[in-house]
């Protein structure tokens, strides 16, 4: 029942990943036509604008919840929602709980940056976070591109208002020393306007400004886009030019298009999540459902598990 | 001295914009070749990498505390500087100071949106705010608009993570609160992702968020009509294409290049002090003295000072 868009538009996306193989059970009310998919039934809906930890509780049946509780219970491997971000993370908190040793779960983000992809972490979980916090969120970033992007040794940056060490607000200016100290591959701060020209294998901040980030980022790519479109359009000769880059332009467009990712993890749980865009598409669900499915083969919870305590322990020590 | 592309470059911006009849004055070391434009020699240089209260303390005579201090003695109506903005807000605080009743100089740059310029106000002097500090940025940020934007009732909204008011960290939680109480007109929170679509007349923001915000714009505006014209240029239907499109390119290009406004306003001090960018071109730096002359032609620091002790006034009552 997540998602701006309604069940169908959900279920098109289930169906979509479905067809590979890959075994989605749908959480709804009973009467949802899933179009054949396996369906529990839930009587209850989270709404977008409900206060996540109140809501939680409250709502036990929701489909939200219910399929919190089912990877919480070992019922299924991953959840995916394009529900309430929020109240993913509570349900997720409450039914799924936390990997030992984790103070905060954080959300990550692949950033389509040109020279390499960039884990944004944390992309909104934390609105307000302590250094030690971002310290963690630096450590499961980590495990995340080594484990997943594949990268050996993963260049950690803290998202910052200039590159200098003292360039900063107390938060950033605080965990830089603790990042400089946690045996990552930290190499200090990086500025915004780096981000998509690919700043960093892991760009740490917290959930506020991450979320601040990435927001502007597909804002501003889908807004120039669509004013160069206007401008090509507005007069023959460029629509003629228009004609001619547009497979050039959809390459662009479906490279650094948020649907093809689709979801971000939600990290630092025993179990996996993956929250979807508010406003997915069912190609943005199907994808956010196939991450869901590559993260359970590529054993990400269970790699964050082996690896993080020690991790943490050590960045605490 | 200020500009990462050395005096040369500012040099010559100052002669395009002293060509219009403008009355620059340079201030650097006693034998720079100015071309003709007057000096005032300054021996000490603040660096990129100084702490500027200590810097501009212990560097009365460097080129940047000189030109604000001219500022503060009525000497000069507005300075301008490519230098280290902390630097320029240190030496403002000390030798403009501030207006009455303003507790933070605040940086409003504007953004080219396409609806309508917006102005993001703090851009970056205040790394660290309370909501107090936001909603006199607010002020600020709308006397700005009404006056040199010539917006009437200028629309305020908060730069935050949702737009429902319970969305936001701490700092955004109470500063909607402040903003819903001050008089203002007041419409909400804004996400970032509408920012270059045109969120509103005036988006207030802290001046890390601010910087972040502004930084990933620019940088995601050039990378990604970087990588459009890679993506053209690999085939030579796109060639055909890029060059048949060149003019709209560079239309838009033009209107969001941040040379086009070459600087920001540092509002809330009693002269008027005008950023540009660290590494402007001659064309920035000219674009920066233009903003200047025109916020002395329209007397902003005036209006700001006949009006905004009243706002400020009434927003603490």
Redesign the interface.
Known sequence: MGGDRGPAEVIAGALEASGEGIDVVLYGPPKLDTQGLELVAANEVIE??E?PADAVRSKPDSSLVAACRAVGAHEADAVVSGGNT?AMLAAGLLRIRRLPGVLRPAIAVVVPA?SRPSVLIDS?AN??ARPEHLVQFAHMGSVFAEEILEVLNPEVRL?S?GE?P?K???L?LETYGLLAASGLNFAGNT???????GAADVVVT????G???L???????????A??RE??R??A??K??????????R??RTR?DPDTYGGAYLLGLRGLAVVAHGNSSSRAIANAIRLAARGVEHRVVERLGERLPDRVASARS
Chains 1, 2 share one sequence.
């Not at 917290?206 to 400004?209: L, Y």
């Not at 927001?215 to 886009?225: A, M, S």
């Open positions: 977008m604008h206060k929020g040109r909104g609105a307000d998202l208002i200098e003292e900063g607000n107390q950033t500025e915004a306007r780096d981000l998509l020209r917290d959930g506020f400004t979320n601040i980030a927001k502007l980022l597909e804002g501003t790519i889908g807004e120039l886009l004013e160069l401008e090509i507005s007069t000769r460029g003629l030019g228009g004609l001619l880059i547009r497979p050039a332009a390459r662009l650094l």
